[in-house]
């Protein structure tokens, strides 16, 4: 089992709670049929979670505990839905019974779990024969941005060098259509899409919102704990990426893979 990287600090929940269809799950909208049932593994603080409920017919969110589940279900309460349930899962080995679902999407969770390929070989086997399982996950060595900043380029080393020794696979995005093949889909669809940070409102929240994860979150913790870097060094990071938000032709690319399998 891998170690979260991120955490549930209101400086990632900020950059997380962002993410909605549109955005982050657009691939997977024509396959979603009114009457389905979808399994949201890894439904964070719901903001995906919640849009399925408007466009499906019944939603089951999972998260690894109690309190990063209450985020999407405080959320699923406020918007007043109620064809949303919830439930503590391990993507490794989920409760559910086979064929309980007619999609199960993952977002931004493979690159964090300790077998991916496991994890898809039981998102296949609670999908119904001929379901969808449809995942996205970032890929970090693929993220380019400007102004070419070295600090920057240390932020990725060092966010790469933590979620690896976390257990995890922070490049996954290229990863996902081998993964696919090796749990068992022969039917799989791979795709890309991005997110690009551009304009001056965009730069401000991307960039502030990074300024303060490096010096405020579990990263960062986990990178003074264990040594990777000290405080004066992730303050020189954080000041950096105030310099790309401010820069006024600054740009940055973050590529995705996804994948639409058939079970």
């Known amino acids: 089992m891998a170690t979260y990287t991120h955490g549930h600090h209101e400086t990632v929940l900020r950059s997380h709670s962002s993410r909605t269809i549109a955005n982050s799950a657009e691939y997977l909208r024509p396959h979603l049929d009114p009457a389905a049932r979808l399994l949201d593994v890894g439904a964070g603080p719901g903001s995906i979670t919640s849009e399925f409920a408007t466009v499906v017919a019944h939603v089951t969110a999972t998260e690894i505990d109690a309190n990063a589940l209450a985020l999407s279900r405080n959320l699923v309460a406020d918007r007043g839905l109620t064809n949303?349930?919830?439930s503590i899962e391990d993507v490794h080995a989920l409760s559910f019974a086979?064929?309980?679902?007619?999609?199960?999407?993952?977002?931004?969770?493979l690159q964090h779990v300790?077998?991916?390929?496991?994890?898809?070989?039981?998102?296949?086997?609670?999908?119904?024969?001929?379901?969808?399982?449809?995942?996205?996950?970032?890929?970090?060595?693929?993220?380019?941005?400007?102004?070419?900043?070295?600090?920057?380029?240390?932020?990725?080393?060092?966010?790469?060098a933590a979620a690896r020794a976390n257990g995890g696979e922070p490049d996954a995005g290229r990863r996902l259509l081998s993964w696919?093949?090796?749990a068992g889909?022969?039917?799989?669809?791979?795709?890309?899409?991005?997110?690009?940070y551009?304009?001056?409102?965009?730069?401000?929240?991307?960039?502030?919102?990074?300024?303060?994860?490096?010096l405020e979150s579990a990263l960062a913790r986990q990178l003074v704990d264990s040594g990777l870097a000290g405080p004066s060094e992730l303050q020189t990071i954080s000041?950096?990426?105030?310099?790309?938000?401010?820069?006024?032709?600054?740009?940055?690319?973050?590529?995705?893979?996804?994948?639409?399998?058939r079970a």
């Open 84 to 86: 949303v349930d919830f």
């Open 98 to 109: 086979d064929d309980s679902f007619d999609v199960v999407h993952t977002h931004q969770v």
């Open 114 to 160: 300790g077998d991916p390929v496991q994890a898809l070989r039981e998102m296949r086997r609670v999908t119904v024969p001929g379901g969808i399982v449809a995942a996205r996950d970032a890929d970090y060595a693929g993220f380019i941005w400007f102004p070419l900043l070295p600090e920057l380029d240390e932020w990725l080393r060092l966010y790469r």
């Open 180 to 182: 696919a093949r090796a």
């Open 185 to 196: 889909f022969d039917d799989v669809t791979a795709t890309a899409s991005t997110w690009c």
């Open 198 to 214: 551009a304009t001056p409102e965009e730069r401000a929240w991307w960039g502030g919102m990074w300024a303060d994860r490096i």
């Open 239 to 261: 000041d950096a990426w105030k310099r790309w938000a401010d820069a006024g032709d600054g740009w940055y690319l973050v590529p995705h893979g996804e994948i639409i399998a």
